[in-house]
């Protein structure tokens, strides 16, 4: 279960939302898992969809992963909210959407950030299973083209 550090800190941040929000409303903070546990059980199943994902190794701290939980956290949250029997205004799910949007995803940029800042392995910018093709290192003593002069080197030239 290589996803379960990401499956808890995503579920402490859907807390977290939920007690805002009833905070912000004047409502009862206690009462938070009734507004949390309809995005609990989609944020569960956006772990697992985003399993499906092609291509390997597969990241839980990465955007892609993120983009899939934060979409499947926003709709089936909403749907599990409506059919048990709770509302889902407009209001309310552009600003769920917004905030669990900064929540799940932000985290994940972050850590992309500090990975390509510390050198370890950035996240492609590519789709998956698509080719990525190699860099080559620049030259440090002349720059990116030293190596590219077509002119060939004559006896006594340094």
């Known amino acids: 279960m290589r996803f379960l550090p990401a499956l808890i800190v995503d579920a402490l941040l859907v807390l977290v939302f939920a007690a805002i929000g009833r905070a912000s409303h004047q409502e009862d903070p206690a009462g938070f898992l009734l507004t949390a546990w309809p995005f609990l059980v989609a944020l569960v199943v956006g772990h697992l969809l985003a399993l ?14 993120g983009a899939v939980v934060w979409i499947v956290t926003v709709a089936g949250g909403m749907l599990v909210r409506v059919l048990s029997g709770d509302t889902a205004e407009t209001p309310f799910i552009i600003v769920a959407a917004v905030v669990l949007a900064v929540f799940l995803l932000g985290w994940r940029g972050i850590a992309a950030l500090v990975r390509r800042l510390r050198g370890g392995p950035a996240e492609p910018l590519t789709a998956p299973g698509a080719p990525v093709e190699p860099v080559e290192p620049e030259s440090r003593a002349g720059g990116p083209d030293a190596h590219d002069d077509p002119t060939p080197a004559r006896d006594g030239d340094a």
């Open 52 to 65: 499906l994902l092609p291509g390997r190794p597969r990241r839980p701290w990465s955007l892609l992963w």
